[in-house]
């Protein structure tokens, strides 16, 4: 959660005032270090947690700022897109039943939010990426109105001057280019809390960066993007890319992103952390006020509140992120760690908690000294694997031995959590239930993406794409009210034929997988393409993807009545400019449209690129099934 009251336009100025405030909260921060200011010899935990709004056909709804304003939850706040929110915790004193606290408090503010939601005909998903978004679902349109996500966004693309490409290879593959930030509206997260004191961060930071690779492989739960089956966590290299704000020409030099694992271990002291942010990432946005001078401040007796600092660090996202806070009067500094999926149950995220605090409190004993025992990129490859791979990730540990992720975490991370949530009095029972959670989802191979990747596997070609998703989606559902841990669950179902949330819009209906053919192709050629794949209908695009024509059957037949038609080109026969629809295009007006123009199909396009078809066959079987549906009373 971050400063809202911000502006993106950066005067010469404002713009130096803020730079020399940040040259004073880095001095104050030192002074404040020496003169021994920071809470020390307590150790707590926080947490916050990102989850989606959805509708009844399970689909992403913008009713953010409605559900804030249906509760007085002072713990709810919003996030980048009005189909997101955030729900901060309250911190815990990091011993006895701290876990199950977190749990209990998860399960209430969910419950609010969950019954907010109900009331405006929405529910609340826990999910890395929820699997049905779609590409409308990222307009501007949806991003929330507060200042700061403007500013961010504006900024951002000035500085890129060109869109935001995604590329990413999986089990498939992705590529676009989006014009905005808003990207990152994909990705919710669970992001966890630990307070250090001064003379401990260096230390405990190099912890949580050797422990991020093999926790994040125990907890993958975001496999799919807009359809695509990707990385286990999609959220690292989707997150990473859909805010890059650096222009091609400085990708070109060794300029680190805003998104960061980092390039090596820590050293000196937590300023020097917080000094690296001031040194290689300029300043993105600027208060809605002058910030405060922390010196004086600190020269009048008062707790700093390093305005500029803070908020210039909260443009950057290291995946562990050093953070600055005041609590019960008291300066602190934490670790948060950004890189936990959302879900995909609350047993699963505060077990995935548990994993971690156990390893950090084990790892100040054991590993406080890893940055001499082991090279960092290793620890940054086995980062970005277990984002690839998940449990089946190969990582290597700090006695030089490379594994995959699920066999160490059972021989050596889990045990070793053990030992130091016992280290800091967790109470027994909860730590033996939490990891044990843990322990059975590493021995079934059933993480939140394994399940997900699992269930569409299961569930093979029964349905359109859209439709399966959005049975995965109430899978989902069904399974966090469940109370049941993700290697419980049962894979999800093939969707029922009377769900009739799933007939709104083109989106839910038309068939994605095509094959198209190029203008300067031979007729011959759709010929027997139409023949082999039994259909009627061929787009025609050019090599960038965009729709030029469509070539149907009774085209074909024409041409045959032509001398020699085998070798006349496609473009002599297609139709240059059929209608078209667009993925949000709604069942009736496709219906209508198929009616005014004596049309048979219509491609689909987004931002002038072919993304699918629908046939007049596709909308009569779902007219069918709405109507069905509904004369047997039938819902999503």
Not at 154 to 183: A, N
Not at 523 to 540: G, K, T
Request: aromatic share 6%; charged share 25%; proline share 5%.
């Amino acid at each position: 959660m971050g400063q809202h009251d911000v502006r993106a336009d950066v005067p010469g100025t404002a713009l130096r005032e803020f730079q020399c405030a940040l040259l004073d909260d880095l001095a104050t921060l030192d002074a404040m270090q020496e003169r021994g200011m920071f809470e020390s010899g307590v150790r707590r935990i926080g947490a916050e947690q990102e989850m989606f709004v959805v509708d009844r056909g399970c689909g992403a709804a913008p009713l953010a700022l409605e559900i804030l304003r249906a509760t007085a939850e002072p713990r709810l706040t919003t996030e980048i897109a009005l189909f997101n929110l955030e729900a901060n915790l309250t911190p815990l004193r990091f011993t006895g039943t701290c876990l199950r606290a977190l749990e209990d408090e998860l399960r209430e503010v969910l419950a609010t939010t969950q019954a907010a939601a109900a009331r405006l005909g929405a529910d609340i998903v826990l999910a890395g990426i929820l699997p049905t978004l779609q590409a409308s679902d990222l307009d501007l349109e949806h991003m929330t109105p507060v200042p700061r996500y403007r500013a961010l966004a504006e900024t951002m693309r000035r500085m890129r001057g060109e869109g935001f490409r995604i590329h990413i290879d999986g089990i498939e593959e992705l590529d676009l280019v989006h014009d905005s930030v808003m990207l990152e509206a994909c990705t919710t997260s669970f992001q966890l809390h630990w307070q250090v004191a001064p003379e401990e961060f260096v230390a405990a930071y190099d912890v949580a960066q050797l422990v991020a690779g093999p926790v994040l492989a125990a907890a993958t739960n975001s496999p799919l993007l807009l359809g695509r089956r990707l990385w286990h966590e999609t959220r690292v290299a989707l997150f990473q890319q859909s805010i890059d704000a650096r222009a091609t020409a400085v990708r070109a030099r060794p300029v680190p992103p805003r998104v960061t694992f980092g390039e090596r271990w820590g050293h000196g002291s937590v300023t020097e952390s917080f000094r690296e942010n001031v040194e290689r990432y300029r300043v993105l946005v600027l208060g809605g006020e002058s910030p405060r001078s922390s010196s004086d401040q600190l020269a009048r007796g008062e707790i700093p509140t390093l305005d500029a600092l803070r908020l210039h660090n909260g443009t950057i996202y290291r995946w562990n992120r050093p953070c600055y806070g005041i609590g019960d009067g008291k300066p602190h500094l934490r670790i948060e760690a950004r890189q936990l999926p959302a879900g995909p149950t609350i047993l699963d995220e505060v077990a995935n908690a548990a994993l971690l605090f156990g390893l950090q409190s084990e790892g100040a004993v054991r590993w406080h000294d890893v940055a001499t025992r082991m090279p960092f990129d290793r620890v940054k490859d086995n980062f970005f694997a277990a984002a690839r791979l998940g449990l089946r990730a190969p990582i290597t540990w700090i006695d030089g031995t490379t594994r995959p992720a699920g066999e160490l975490l059972l021989t050596e991370l889990v045990p070793a959590a053990e030992r130091g949530l016992a280290r800091a009095g967790i109470d027994e029972a909860d730590a033996a239930r939490y990891l044990g959670i843990v322990r059975t989802r590493v021995e079934s191979a059933r993480t939140g993406a394994d399940w997900m990747l699992a269930s569409l596997e299961q569930m093979g070609g029964a349905a359109t794409l859209d439709r399966r998703l959005r049975a995965l989606v109430r899978a989902m559902l069904a399974g966090q009210r469940s109370e049941q841990p993700i290697a419980r669950w049962s894979l999800a179902p093939a969707p029922a034929d009377d769900a009739v949330g799933d007939y709104h819009t083109v989106a839910q209906f038309m068939t994605t997988d095509l094959h198209t053919l190029r203008a300067e192709d031979a007729v011959d050629l759709a010929a027997a393409l139409m023949r082999w794949e039994q259909v009627r209908h061929v787009p025609v695009e050019d090599d960038q993807g965009r729709l030029v024509g469509l070539v149907a059957l009774v085209d074909l037949v024409r041409a045959a009545t032509v001398s020699g038609a085998g070798t006349v080109a496609i473009r002599d026969v297609m139709d240059p400019a059929p209608v078209c629809v667009s993925p949000q295009t709604t069942l009736l007006e496709a219906i209508a449209l198929l009616r005014t123009h004596s049309a048979t199909a219509l491609p689909v396009v987004q931002d002038r690129r072919l993304v699918g078809l629908v046939t007049e066959r596709d909308l009569l079987l779902a007219a069918e099934r709405v109507m069905r549906a509904g004369a047997e009373g039938g819902g999503v």
